[in-house]
């Protein structure tokens, strides 16, 4: 009886610390698309440098892939940041991630020596310097299971999604 | 039942049906001003992409026909260099290999094709590299540009600061004999920077990702070392 109190406590508060869990959550993934596009925003010919690094596509495909992507990452940050249209934001943010996993693992795959310019610095690396591609992979899926759990549990505390519904719904699947 | 409590019951079924439909129309508005901003977000980074780049420029003299590259020697085979002036593997490789090499355009066994690509601007808070690359062009136009690239790096600043001042890329020249008025003026004009961006751009193109890479006779070394570029040249010469 005295274990399991807690965790039945624990269970009954959910429903509440749910939406304030995802507020951290959600600003977590903006964050992190926010320094993400941040750090790529002012070299876009490197970024275009860093998306052909990965040789999936023409070298023309991949400036303009460079290029825009930076934007699209400071707009999806945007989007988080205030929790507008969060499902559909995690959704793309998901969407984009594992994109970014499948390079990573195809450039570990064919034995690329790149940095996965993930936040800025990317391309190819200098002789000696040994790829990181593991601990990227992980980092991505660390990320991927923050958009995971925005596309479950979309309502968060703080969000303008929540300020447009009104009141508080009491069903929360839409 | 009572017909009141069906009525009660049809009007709560008809509200929870306006709420979810209100709801359907409010996610779907919400997602498509989403969407749109994404969009958006991505023309605009095409945009100024597009608008950054520009097409017109001008060769420094001794550069190679495209004009990717700076040219000295006239040996049978060709050693291509990329390398960007904050590069440290490139100082690096200057300082093990760059005595082999100008021995090798001495001996007249090759010919180098310098390009010197701008690809480490997010390493300086004043895009060096460009500024570095853009000045080597204008000791090209002095007649000078390896004793300038040298100069370069041994010169070469730390990454993650400002790099050298536009007025200590003069000096460098001043040192190495080129004239401090012409030089000055063509680094402060910018003369040779869509030249850089060029340079860099279809270095880009050729597949060239990182610095240094070097390529003797269209073929990338993997060995660096003065014994691996003697090799290399050799082999192709032969």
Same mark, same amino acid.
């Given at each position: 009886?005295?274990?399991?109190?807690?965790?039945?406590?624990?269970?009954?508060?959910?429903?509440? *610390?749910?939406?304030? =869990?995802?507020?951290?959550?959600?600003?977590?993934?903006?964050?992190?698309?926010?320094?993400?596009?941040?750090?790529?925003?002012?070299?876009?010919?490197?970024?275009?440098?860093?998306?052909?690094?990965?040789?999936?596509?023409?070298?023309?495909?991949?400036?303009?892939?460079?290029?825009?992507?930076?934007?699209?990452?400071?707009?999806?940050?945007?989007?988080?940041?205030?929790?507008?249209?969060?499902?559909?934001?995690?959704?793309?943010?998901?969407?984009?991630?594992?994109?970014?996993?499948?390079?990573?693992?195809?450039?570990?795959?064919?034995?690329?020596?790149?940095?996965?310019?993930?936040?800025?610095?990317?391309?190819?690396?200098?002789?000696?310097? #040994?790829?990181?591609? =593991?601990?990227?992979?992980?980092?991505?899926?660390?990320?991927?299971? =923050?958009?995971?759990?925005?596309?479950?549990?979309?309502?968060?505390?703080?969000?303008?999604?929540?300020?447009?519904?009104?009141?508080?719904?009491?069903?929360?699947?839409? | 039942?009572?017909?009141?409590?069906?009525?009660?019951?049809?009007?709560?079924?008809?509200?929870?049906?306006?709420? %979810?439909?209100?709801?359907?129309? %409010?996610?779907?508005?919400?997602?498509?001003?989403?969407?749109?901003?994404?969009?958006?977000?991505?023309?605009?980074?095409?945009?100024?992409?597009? #608008?950054?780049?520009?097409?017109? &420029?001008?060769?420094?003299?001794?550069?190679?026909?495209?004009?990717?590259?700076?040219?000295?020697?006239?040996?049978?085979?060709?050693?291509?260099?990329?390398?960007?002036?904050?590069?440290?593997?490139?100082?690096?490789?200057?300082? *093990?290999?760059?005595?082999?090499?100008?021995?090798?355009?001495?001996?007249?066994?090759?010919?180098?094709? &310098?390009?010197?690509?701008?690809?480490?601007?997010? &390493?300086?808070?004043?895009?060096?590299?460009?500024?570095? *690359?853009?000045?080597?062009?204008?000791?090209?136009?002095?007649?000078?540009?390896?004793?300038?690239?040298?100069?370069?790096?041994?010169?070469?600043?730390?990454?993650?600061?400002?790099?050298?001042?536009?007025?200590?890329?003069?000096?460098?020249?001043?040192?190495?004999?080129?004239? %401090?008025?012409?030089?000055?003026?063509?680094?402060?004009?910018?003369?040779?920077?869509?030249?850089?961006?060029?340079?860099?751009?279809?270095?880009?193109?050729?597949?060239?990702?990182?610095?240094?890479?070097?390529?003797?006779?269209?073929?990338?070394? *993997?060995?660096?070392?003065?014994?691996?570029?003697?090799?290399?040249?050799?082999?192709?010469?032969?």
């Amino acid at each position: 009886m005295i274990v399991t109190a807690p965790s039945a406590g624990v269970a009954a508060r959910w429903p509440a *610390a749910r939406p304030w =869990l995802g507020v951290a959550v959600r600003l977590g993934l903006a964050a992190v698309w926010l320094f993400a596009g941040g750090a790529k925003v002012g070299d876009l010919a490197a970024s275009g440098r860093a998306v052909n690094a990965y040789q999936v596509m023409p070298y023309d495909v991949a400036t303009v892939v460079g290029a825009a992507l930076p934007f699209v990452e400071l707009a999806l940050g945007l989007l988080l940041l205030i929790g507008l249209a969060t499902r559909l934001a995690a959704g793309v943010s998901a969407a984009l991630l594992l994109v970014f996993v499948a390079g990573i693992a195809s450039a570990w795959a064919r034995g690329l020596a790149i940095d996965c310019g993930c936040f800025g610095d990317g391309g190819q690396l200098a002789a000696g310097q #040994s790829p990181s591609y =593991l601990p990227e992979l992980l980092r991505d899926l660390g990320f991927l299971a =923050l958009a995971g759990f925005l596309l479950i549990w979309p309502r968060t505390a703080v969000s303008v999604d929540g300020w447009l519904a009104g009141a508080p719904v009491e069903d929360d699947d839409e | 039942m009572s017909s009141r409590k069906g009525q009660k019951d049809a009007a709560r079924v008809v509200r929870q049906q306006l709420a %979810r439909e209100r709801r359907r129309k %409010r996610t779907l508005w919400t997602s498509l001003a989403a969407v749109a901003v994404l969009v958006i977000a991505g023309g605009i980074g095409w945009a100024f992409w597009s #608008s950054q780049r520009s097409d017109n &420029f001008t060769p420094p003299p001794g550069a190679v026909g495209a004009g990717t590259g700076v040219v000295y020697g006239a040996g049978p085979v060709t050693i291509e260099l990329y390398e960007d002036f904050l590069c440290p593997a490139c100082a690096q490789f200057q300082q *093990a290999s760059g005595a082999t090499i100008n021995q090798l355009v001495a001996e007249g066994k090759a010919r180098v094709v &310098f390009h010197p690509v701008a690809y480490l601007n997010r &390493f300086s808070t004043t895009s060096y590299s460009t500024r570095s *690359a853009a000045a080597s062009g204008c000791a090209a136009q002095g007649g000078k540009f390896r004793e300038y690239a040298e100069a370069l790096f041994q010169r070469q600043p730390p990454e993650g600061g400002a790099g050298l001042s536009n007025a200590e890329l003069v000096d460098i020249a001043a040192g190495v004999g080129l004239d %401090r008025n012409d030089f000055g003026s063509c680094v402060s004009d910018g003369t040779y920077e869509p030249w850089t961006e060029h340079v860099t751009e279809a270095a880009s193109k050729a597949g060239v990702t990182g610095t240094p890479t070097v390529k003797i006779d269209g073929k990338e070394v *993997a060995d660096r070392s003065p014994a691996g570029i003697t090799a290399a040249v050799e082999a192709a010469g032969r």
